[in-house]
């Protein structure tokens, strides 16, 4: 029986013709009806709706978006619009596109964070007691709302619980230090500029994106913050003491002595020149000419104790209208009593 079933069943598998390897042939596929039930064959072709395009989208956007099939979900679209809007800054726009982006997507947490973000900077009271916002970022929302708020002691406990890097906390904490040191809040400035240079000085190898002469002008610039409030807070002899760590900086720029990354030299843009620091290139003192002045007063006290009152002299004639004039003055005839270190 099986000698009879060989036969026939190998007949027609050798009766069919045998395709060479390469070639692979595809059956068309079906014709689709579109319109589903109510399809009428016989009825004229209509030209399809022209897609209309969002007018709130950014035209960078609309040229990737070329029809409807291509177009991503709206409130996922909208909240993307909205955080490359938050690189130029905060306005009441953004929250209404983000509330019309979780009005289409109500339990996105990503949008309930975006909101309750702008909210913290947008209006004047408290939000965060309104509702819970369940999403790990919310340490970030309630620091910010501290420092908003004035509550530097809570922002500070805050701060030091946020889950970023030794990097991006260095550089969060330059920024903040700065910030308070512009609006006089001295102690706090400088418990922020404590943490910077601790940072700086024992975790700076995974400062990956700075380069060596970037590490020792940042190094610069925070110690002679830090001098600057002691001098501002009448402890002159602590900020002459914290000037003579300046050589330190060295040290850093040898580790990595190129003035460029790897970028700038691949395109042939790496400056041929470190510029002087301080200078009003650095993006410290862009806007700031006191401060500069400042600093510059406070690196000539550096290299000599009878070049203080010459360099504060000056600064206080290019600067008259200063909020800080009682102090320097304080400190020119402090130096007048101490004629040496």
Known sequence: MLAVLVPLVMVPLLAQPVMPPHRIIRRPPPPTVSGGLSYNPGAPATPPAEETKDPTLSPEWQKLMPGITHRLPEAFFLRNQIRARLLTGVDAGALELVRRANRLAPGSKDGLYLETYLRIFLEGDPILHERRVDDVRVSFLRFFEAFKYGDMEQALILFNSLPVSHSDRFQV???????LLR?????????????????????????????????????HFTLLCMAEIQLKSGQHRTAFGLLRWLDNGRLLAAVDPLPCTWDQILERKCPEQVASFPSESSPWYAHEPEMLAFHRALLAWSRGWSEGPKAFEAFLKAHPQTMWADAVRAHLDWMKSNPNP
Do not use: C, M, P, W
């Open 173 to 179: 904490s330059l920024i903040l230090g700065h910030h």
């Open 183 to 219: 609006y006089g809040v001295l102690d706090q400035s400088y418990q922020y500029f404590r943490r910077a240079l601790n940072l700086l000085e024992t975790i700076h190898s995974q400062f990956f994106e700075l380069r060596g002469t970037d590490k020792r002008d940042h190094y």
